[in-house]
């Protein structure tokens, strides 16, 4: 990895690449009781403009810390990451920060609301945070458009967990980002609300164009990205339609 560190990530990370994300011989290890245990090992992974993406496979395959790492969360042992243009491995970790403010986007399995704020201003966080002047205004248009207008008020312990999936979804989608992670989207609701939750996520990412890379464990879900990947020993192998059918 280069150890210097550039003043300032690319000012327009979005424009000039196809491939908004790029992992190349991505390797994690981490030290156990037992010794060092490795999680991730020689992962390779490109995402192109607008592409939706499903990481499948079962609890405890590191499909987690991979989404982590590809949204320089976390950084590899070993291996690079290109966001938007980016090296991940050339940025402390403020410099990966500004580099997702506005075109990164994240939706959570628990959420990830700030309790002690109503919907409309958990919505407004990102915008405020990156300096918006108008965040009040958009925040509210945003929840309007996932169907939670009349709840802006309400505090997060006051909504059901379908409707704080939606203020989440709300809150990822209002600066308009490049490219989305979402980490089991819909592992703490029901089915029939998990299904509405969906839906409102990939027609919200169709309607911005947004990427979208997806850990979970519904392969329903994963059949309406546009590729399937598989965790495997450690490593992601492109899984075929029709055997996600029939899972």
Known sequence: MNSAHPSQPESEPRSGHRHVLHGRA??????????????????EITVDAGEAVAIV????????????????????TSGEVELLGQ??????????????????????????LLPGLSALENVMLPLELGGQDDAASRAREMLEEVGLGHRAGHQPLQLSGGEQQRVALARAFVSRPAI?????PTGNLDTETGHRVIDLMLSLRASRGASLVLVTHDERLAARCDRRLLMQDGRLVERAAELAEAS
């Open 57 to 76: 496979g079962p609890s405890g395959s590191g499909k987690s810390t991979v989404l982590g790492i590809l949204a320089g969360l976390d950084l590899p």
């Open 87 to 112: 090296g991940l491995g050339s940025l402390d970790e403020d410099q990966r920060a500004r580099l997702r403010a506005g075109d990164v986007g994240f939706v959570f399995q628990n959420f990830q």
């Open 26 to 43: 991505i390797g994690k290890t981490v030290d156990g009781p037992e010794g060092s245990l490795t999680i991730l090992d020689g992962l």
């Open 180 to 184: 989305l992670f979402a980490d089991e």
